[in-house]
């Protein structure tokens, strides 16, 4: 399984972005899809995640009402829809498998796939 992430950018506060992420391999069908972000001297955190039949998502609070995670199967892509974004949101963001999971999880190391990751920078 590999992930490529694109759709990064600069933009200025309020603007919206959408990221993408391409999985080849069998295995998309029944992962756990998420993408985390990282932050300059700051651990890599969840940012929000996607069962692999699309029936259940989770979101860090400070993201939720403002960003949306979905699934296209037949396309092999998870997506990250930002809008309202905010210069706290500026990271790198990364998405990440959990091969065979049932339920979501929030922890970094429960995801064994990762994309290189697309620069996010909000301007104020």
């Known amino acids: 399984v590999q992930l490529q992430a694109s759709g990064g950018g600069l933009v200025r506060a309020g603007d919206s972005l959408r990221l993408s992420c391409q999985v080849s391999g069998r295995a998309f069908s029944r992962s756990v899809m998420a993408w985390f972000r990282q932050a300059p001297g700051q651990e890599r955190e969840f940012v929000a995640g996607?069962?692999?039949?699309?029936?259940?998502?989770l979101y860090r609070d400070s993201v939720k009402g403002r960003f949306t995670i979905s699934r296209d199967s037949a396309e092999n892509t998870v997506y990250l829809q930002m809008n309202n974004l905010k210069p706290e949101d500026t990271a790198v963001y990364y998405c990440?498998?959990?091969?065979?999971?049932?339920?979501?999880?929030?922890?970094?190391?429960?995801?064994?796939?990762w994309g290189q990751g697309t620069q996010v920078t909000v301007s104020s």
């Open positions: 996607i069962r692999w039949n699309g029936d259940a998502t």
């Open positions: 990440a498998a959990d091969l065979a999971a049932r339920f979501i999880t929030r922890t970094v190391g429960a995801y064994t796939k």
